[in-house]
């Protein structure tokens, strides 16, 4: 099974949407396997977002994600690393597919609601940069033969 990280964004807690969406990836069967709530530091935005040093919207970037307390969760399942990707739809709200968590809630791309790795290899890298190993809980459910056969 995959683990993936998901975060909502300060605009997605600010505008009240942190239940919904956390509710999409509950509702399709994903499970949660860590959650907090806390306020990013620049360094560690800065690290978060590395790849993207020196792109003309980088340092907005990084102001708008360190101005408010995000929401940050580790979520498990089958393929949920680009599962979560297709879920949340384009970077670009506009361009995101009718249905998908960023096309429902956004409509700039400085205000997608959303972040989620884009692969296997951030994922880890992301799960490391935010929680402790200890902050990860590994627990059974028991719909999950309901789930997956
Ligand atoms: P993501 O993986 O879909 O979140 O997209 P990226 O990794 O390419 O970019 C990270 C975040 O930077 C995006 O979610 C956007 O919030 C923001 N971003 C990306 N491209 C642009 C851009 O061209 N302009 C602005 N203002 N923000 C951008
Ligand atoms: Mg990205």
Do not use: C
């Not at 708008?64 to 949340?88: C, L, N, Q, Y």
């Not at 429902?104 to 992301?126: C, K, M, P, W, Y």
Request: glycine share 10%.
């Amino acid at each position: 099974m995959e683990r993936t990280y998901l975060m909502v964004k300060p605009d997605g807690v600010q505008r009240g949407l942190v239940g919904q969406i956390i509710s999409r990836f509950e509702q399709r069967g994903y499970k949660i396997v860590g959650l907090k709530m806390m306020q990013i530091s620049r360094e560690v935005a800065e690290k978060h977002y590395g790849e993207h040093v020196g792109k003309p919207f980088f340092q907005g970037l990084v102001d708008f994600i360190t101005s408010g307390p995000v929401v940050a969760m580790v979520v498990e399942g089958k393929d949920v690393v680009s599962a979560a990707r297709e879920m949340m739809g384009a970077t670009n709200p506009l361009k995101a597919a009718p249905g998908t968590i960023r096309a429902t809630f956004g409509v700039d791309v400085g205000r997608n609601v959303i972040h989620g790795s884009d692969s296997l290899e951030s994922a880890q890298r992301e799960i490391a940069l935010f929680f402790r190993p200890e902050e990860l809980v590994d627990y059974g459910r028991a719909i999950d033969s309901w789930i997956y056969e």
